[in-house]
């Protein structure tokens, strides 16, 4: 007998997770639905689709711990409206939190780790009436037992034999054109950075922390995105795009660009998103990754300090992050990255080291913050174990040790990221602007396009110099008492300005759009050239 299988997940983008679990109970024979759910707004569709479906199982992914709450009050809601309906959830978070979670009593079980064979064995179980204890990875509750914990697969599954994720009929769109996401791999080679579950999340595995999909895996599904959907940008999710060693990269990537090429994809008429930590790339990968289509390019900075990169166990130097950067820079790439300068043991040198980071590197998007507790992560241990950790679950906070750091932190966290601010949503407009500059360079190249690179350039040098300026002007706060008064005005000359910069970007990403949908429709004339040196057609299409 099959079942139904209704799953819930955040989808601002094609949700992997819960896709690649679609695939395999369709493959098994169930029928499946999925519906989208990021805040409570969407809990309505949710509950619509409840009604209409009838399934007898609903598989809520909960992979990221900011949202549990509203996951877990959606949940009260399905049980409210079904209450025979079984409820399991899986995930990152309920992977090492699954205690909390079936202390909610409209939670039936949770599986940990890699759901695919689990779910499909669990739904199994449901509709033809056995005994749970058979279902791998699953913990529930019994009634006489209590919290049965069932045996764990210690092995990664086979990538390649995995049926490709389910996808939208129509793909989405991302910086103006058809987008899809992808991994190409499991889990993480590195697997000790200090804020990162990935380590964790693979412990149990018997052999490496990461498991691969071949490059003729990848080109397939890549080649029937590419033909059936005519998906033109790819963004890979992967926790490291590139491998351990340099050689062992080039050699994948390599296979993968004649796998593509065999898929009869045009590498010219396709872009790629990665990620990679700054000890990866070479300039033979980079030529590579170039004639690939590779348009952006998120480097694993994390920290640019030496303690700080040993604090955070990130097992890289300064020197390197300085010579990918530079390197990079050699190649139509838009490179972003991340500061994780706010961790439990970070000094002002640090921070001092960091601000000239991004002083030096201020034509690049970056954004910047705290090193964030995550289940099961090392941090979460350490912050424990020095009693530094504050606040509730799941919404943890902790105590940096330096009291002068604490306070810049708080201080942070009272403009930069205080509620409402514009400086997350504006950092992260930049970052797509930066990507999608050099995309337009890559499949539109000409005068405009130039033009356009160039004006998100300045754009970002501006943000970037205003953002610096009010960190060190923050940073002067540290040893004085009495600053209400004077945050309480940097705050509004930061809400101003952010408010102003954050507008001037969505207006770049609307011409941006406007450019796409001219050219598109020049060059399928063959005169693109025409439309990119045309002073006139410029001003009539506000380019």
Known sequence: MKGKVLLVGAE?????????????????????????CSNQNEFSGVLKELRSFHPDMVAVSMAFQSLAPIFLELIHKIKETNPHVHVTVGGHFPTFEFEKILDYKTVDSVIRFEGEAPISSLIDVLVNNENLSSVPNLVYKSKKDGLMQNHLITEFPDLNRLKFPLRNKKPHTRLGERFATLVTSRGCFHSKCIYCCIGAFHKQKTELPYALRSPENVAQEMGKLYHDQKVRLFQFHDDNFLLPTKESSYARLNSLKKS?????????????????????????????????????????????????????????????????????????????????????????????????????????????????????????????????LKGNWPHWDYRIQDNAVEKLFRLNSLTFYRENSLYPELSHKLIALSYRSQLLQHFYPGKKSGNLKDETERLISKVNTFTLESLIQIYSFVSESEIKEKLNHLSHEMDVFYGNYAERASKLGEKMGRFQVVEKKFQEKGVGDYFQNSTTLGRIFRI
């Open 12 to 36: 601002d983008e094609e949700n992997l997770a819960i896709r690649y679990l679609g695939a395999q109970l369709q493959e098994n024979g169930h029928t499946v639905r999925i519906v989208p």
């Open 260 to 388: 593509l090429l065999k898929e009869k994809v045009e590498l010219a008429d396709i872009a790629l998103l990665i990620k990679t930590r700054q000890d990866g790339v070479d300039e033979d990968i980079l030529v590579l990754l170039e004639e690939m289509g590779t348009v952006g390019v998120f480097l694993g900075v994390e920290n640019a300090s030496e303690t700080g990169l040993k604090a955070l166990v990130r097992s890289s130097s300064v020197e390197e992050i300085n010579s990918s950067i530079e390197l990079l820079e050699n190649f139509d790439m838009g490179v972003t990255f991340n500061l994780l300068m706010f961790h439990p043991r970070a000094t002002l040198k640090e921070i001092n080291e960091n601000i000239y980071c991004m002083n030096k590197n201020k034509n690049l998007a970056f954004d910047f913050g705290r090193a964030e507790i995550v289940a099961g992560s090392p941090l979460e241990k350490l912050v424990k174990r020095k009693g530094l």
